[in-house]
Antibody
């Protein structure tokens, strides 16, 4: 079975940095694109970033472009999200998400339980 | 940027049919997915490519997409279907979600 387990969330001050990790198992990690999708308190889902299986192509939402960086270590089966210049509006649960059938124009097939990031002084 | 619009809330009686709309400019030219998120759980894919169901998703969930509107239909709604529902598509290499619809089963 697919398992996606996020870690690295916590409380950080505005302007600070944090790195999220997602440990993947139950599928051939190098084959598939991976994404981060967040949900802020009282708000809906928001796609944050995606990366192809090889890591060659990365995409970002306009709201995080230039501040967040997605990467993956295929040998460790781990997805990362490096977040800098964090703002209060980045407060959310961040989900690690697997795409099984492509990248752009493909569905988000499997979701992790999420890691809570709180940006507050 | 591209926007998807959903009604904030929909109510339905148990056993009845619920319909949730999702509107966007020329949405019928794009593929639409639907997800639901029950309280305390992770989101789950319900429908992809407008009307296809992943394995394990009950037949009572169906989707359509034409013109500017996609629709998720839940037939024989059950209490366990009470959740937040989201439509999603891709535009200019960015994934876009609708604002979400809270389905209440009265």
């Amino acid at each position: 079975d697919v398992q996606l387990v996020e870690s690295g969330g916590g409380l950080v001050q505005p302007g600070g940095s944090l790195r999220l990790s997602c440990a993947a198992s139950g599928f051939t990690f190098t084959t598939y694109a991976m994404n981060w999708v967040r949900r802020a308190p009282g708000k809906g889902l928001e796609w944050v970033s995606g990366i192809t299986g090889s890591g060659a192509t990365t995409l970002y939402a306009d709201s995080v472009k230039g501040r967040f960086s997605i990467s993956r270590d295929n040998s460790e089966r781990t997805l990362y999200l490096q977040m800098h210049s964090l703002r209060a509006e980045d407060t959310a649960v961040y989900h690690c998400v697997l795409q099984k059938t492509g990248f752009t124009n493909s569905p988000f097939d499997n979701w992790g339980r999420g890691s809570l990031v709180t940006v507050s002084s | 940027s591209y926007e998807l619009t959903q009604p904030p809330s929909v109510s339905v009686s148990p056993g009845q049919t619920a319909s949730i709309s999702c509107s966007g400019d020329k949405l019928g030219d794009k593929f639409v997915c639907w997800y639901h998120q029950r309280p305390g759980q992770s989101p789950e894919l319900l429908i992809y490519q407008d009307n296809k169901r992943p394995s394990g998703i009950p037949e009572r969930f169906s989707g359509s997409n034409s013109g500017n509107t996609a629709t998720l239909t839940i037939s024989g709604t059950q209490a366990m279907d009470e959740a937040d529902y989201y439509c999603q598509t891709w535009d200019s290499s960015a994934a876009v979600f609708g604002g979400g619809t809270k389905l209440t089963v009265l």
